[in-house]
């Protein structure tokens, strides 16, 4: 069964750019979650969206926005980039919406300059 | 709110020699931990977690975690490190909240020297 897909691998943009990141989760599974990881760091949580509603949110600012599809893919979005939204971002997914047992994507590294 | 302080950011082993990477938690709620490991330039993968019952847990490729109450503490071992286990290791917990919010420690790197 194939995992958890993320796309790009990697993207370079400059300050700010918008730019978009997608996830394909897990058949089956539809709770899909973001996380940022500035290097160095443990990954941060930024939104969790559940049957395509967001069913919770981080403390990042109103520039970062994400949606999530009928087939429960899901797109983040983040506007007016800063040097420091360079970071890798991962996506989980995982059955339900409580269920604390995700499964991470491979991430993208993003590169603000 | 939960959280996990990793108190080491840096963990060298010899190959072959057993290992513990530490992790205290912060609750005063039902408790639920986890550790994830990271390869390079890869995602998160589930190690193990707690959720309830026996207070050891094992988990894949030969870790194991003990739950401690009254130390507040989930510490990783592995009784013999191999080359391959040179990761990030990341202690973990969930947040209440109606939400799936998970709350990562600051990781900690295992170096395995040959």
């Known amino acids: 069964d194939a995992g958890v897909t993320q796309s790009p691998t990697h993207l370079i943009k400059t300050r700010g750019q918008q730019v978009t990141l997608r996830c394909s989760p897990i058949?089956?599974?539809?709770?899909v979650s973001w996380y940022q990881q500035v290097l160095g760091q443990g990954p941060q949580f930024i939104f969790q969206y559940y049957e395509k509603e967001e069913r919770g949110r981080g403390n990042f600012p109103d520039r970062f926005s994400a949606r999530q599809f009928p087939n429960y893919s899901s797109e983040l979005n983040v506007n007016a980039l800063l040097l420091g939204d360079s970071a890798l971002y991962l996506c989980?997914?995982?059955?339900?919406?409580?269920?604390?047992?995700?499964?991470f994507g491979p991430g993208t590294r993003l590169t603000v300059t | 709110a939960q959280s996990v302080t990793q108190l080491d950011s840096q963990v060298p082993v010899f190959e072959e020699a057993p290992v513990e990477l530490r992790c205290n938690y912060s609750?005063?709620?039902?408790?639920?931990l986890f550790w994830y490991v990271q390869y390079p330039n890869q995602g998160l993968q589930l190690l193990l977690k707690?959720?309830?019952?026996?207070?050891l847990v094992k988990g894949i490729n030969g870790f194991e975690a003990e739950f401690n109450k009254s130390q507040t503490s989930f510490h990783l071992r592995k009784p013999s490190v191999h080359i391959s286990d040179t990761a990030e290791y990341f202690c973990?917990?969930?947040?209440?909240?109606?939400?799936?919010?998970?709350?990562f420690g600051t990781g900690t790197k295992l170096q395995v020297i040959p």
């Open positions: 707690y959720l309830s019952g026996s207070t």
């Open positions: 989980a997914s995982s059955g339900d919406w409580s269920s604390y047992e995700q499964y």
């Open positions: 058949s089956g599974h539809k709770s």
């Open positions: 973990a917990a969930p947040n209440s909240g109606g939400y799936q919010k998970v709350t």
């Open positions: 609750s005063s709620v039902s408790v639920y």
